[in-house]
């Protein structure tokens, strides 16, 4: 039984797996981290591996408590990954967006894949084929898109996620959600139709906390797994196991 862990920019989330099935998802905030793994633990006793993938700002040490009990992996760059990477500045690649192409790569072999996580920021991974990792893009998610209209300007209120009525919004909270919710559905649907007239035969993967909002809005039908950074991180680490 594996307890994996993904750290995010502004949540946590965690999964316990038995093999590749889940057998209980969890999400909670970073102060709460010890006092919930801990409680996991308990409720799960089988647990004999704890895997780790995080971009926040919590390390390794964060996890060094649970040492006795169970074996810590902490994902990094030094790690044993399925696809080549073509990253100019591969140190820089965030170990989510790794860890999304790896599970990418593992799952829908031999074909060209784009994974777009929809959380903090949106992120666009792209492998192709012949398992070159080659890049994507990286912009501004939902809530950091309302938090800056709101953060960077004397007059805009801060608003929460709302879908909106119309594309001409007419009133200040309607053009705000207009220009998020659309801006945000348009320039997904936009990177998609780029890559799509580009390369054939190609799987596109929707992720993150915004996916299931979205994926009903997209032009595009895509299927939305809001776990499959977490389903990643436990096949990465069977892949790991095997190949090391
Ligand atoms: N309870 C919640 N707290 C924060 N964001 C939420 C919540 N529920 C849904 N969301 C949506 O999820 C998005 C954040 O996604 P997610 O939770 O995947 O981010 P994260 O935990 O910071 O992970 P990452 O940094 O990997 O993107 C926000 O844009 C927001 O609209
Ligand atoms: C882009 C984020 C913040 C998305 O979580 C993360 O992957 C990260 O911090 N990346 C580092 C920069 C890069 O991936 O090139
Ligand atoms: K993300």
Do not use: W
């Not at 799509?196 to 039908?221: P, S, V, Y």
């Amino acid at each position: 039984m594996v307890l994996a862990i993904d750290v995010g920019n502004t949540r946590i989330k965690a999964s316990v797996f038995e093999d590749n099935t889940v057998l209980e998802n969890f999400v909670f905030e970073k102060n709460e981290l010890e006092k919930k793994i801990k409680k996991i633990l308990e409720k799960f006793q089988n647990c004999s591996d704890l895997i780790v993938a995080s971009v926040g700002n919590v390390e390794k040490q964060s996890f060094l408590a649970f040492e006795k009990e169970l074996n810590i992996h902490f994902f990094t760059h030094e790690d044993i990954f399925p696809f080549t990477n073509k990253y100019s500045t591969p140190k820089t690649l965030g170990i989510d967006r790794m860890i999304l192409a790896s599970g990418a790569t593992l799952q829908f072999p031999k074909q060209n894949r784009l994974v777009i996580d929809a959380g903090t920021c949106i992120t666009y991974d792209f492998i192709d084929e012949n398992d070159n990792y080659l890049g994507g893009a990286i912009s501004p998610g939902l809530r950091l898109r309302y938090e800056a209209l709101h953060n960077f300007t004397a007059r805009l209120p801060l608003l929460t996620l709302d879908a909106p009525e119309s594309y001409i919004g007419d009133s200040t909270a309607q053009a705000i959600h207009s220009g998020v919710v659309n801006g945000f559905v348009y320039e997904i649907d936009g990177f998609i139709d780029e890559y799509q007239g580009n390369f054939a035969n190609f799987i596109i993967i929707l992720t993150g906390g915004d996916a299931e909002f979205l994926a009903k809005r997209l032009k595009n039908t895509i299927f939305a797994n809001s776990n499959f950074l977490l389903e990643s991180l436990n096949q990465t680490f069977q892949y790991k196991i095997d190949n090391d």
